[in-house]
C-alpha cells in the first residue's frame, strides 16, 4: 500500500525557514512526478512546487526564489525547503506523488506550517 508521511511543520517567525520532508513506502522511482501543495483556510489547495523523476522542477510564482524542493532516491524521500517565510505561507502543506504506470495520485494527511511573530 502506498503511504505519504509529512513531516517537518510547525510554528516559525516571518523570514525564517522550515524543511518539510514527505517519506514514501516505497521507491519514489514509482512516481513520475512528486509534489507539494498547499491549503490555506478557506482557501483551494494550490501547487507549491513540483519535481520529476528527470529532476525538473516547477514551482508556483509566489514561492520562486524562496523555496526549493529536492528528492533523495535512496531515502525514499522528497523535500521542501523554505525560506523567507511570510505570513501568507501559512496552511497546511500536503505532499502528492502521481505514479507512474497508472497516474494514481497518492496524497499524504499534511503537515501545519503557521508563520507567525
Known amino acids: 500500500q502506498v503511504q505519504l508521511v509529512e513531516s517537518g511543520g510547525g510554528l516559525v517567525q516571518p523570514g525564517g525557514s522550515l524543511r518539510l520532508s514527505c517519506a514514501a513506502s516505497v521507491s519514489i522511482f514509482a512516481f513520475n512526478a512528486m509534489g507539494w501543495y498547499r491549503q490555506a483556510p478557506g482557501k483551494q489547495r494550490e501547487l507549491v512546487a513540483s519535481i520529476y523523476r528527470g529532476r525538473s522542477t516547477n514551482y508556483a510564482d509566489s514561492v520562486k526564489g524562496r523555496f526549493t524542493i529536492s528528492r533523495d532516491n535512496a531515502k525514499n524521500s522528497v523535500y521542501l525547503q523554505m525560506n523567507s517565510l511570510k505570513s501568507e505561507d501559512t496552511a497546511v502543506y500536503y505532499c502528492?506523488?502521481?505514479?507512474?504506470?497508472?497516474?494514481?495520485?497518492?496524497w499524504g494527511k499534511g503537515t501545519l506550517v503557521t508563520v507567525s511573530s
Open positions: 502528492k506523488g502521481t505514479q507512474y504506470d497508472s497516474g494514481v495520485d497518492y
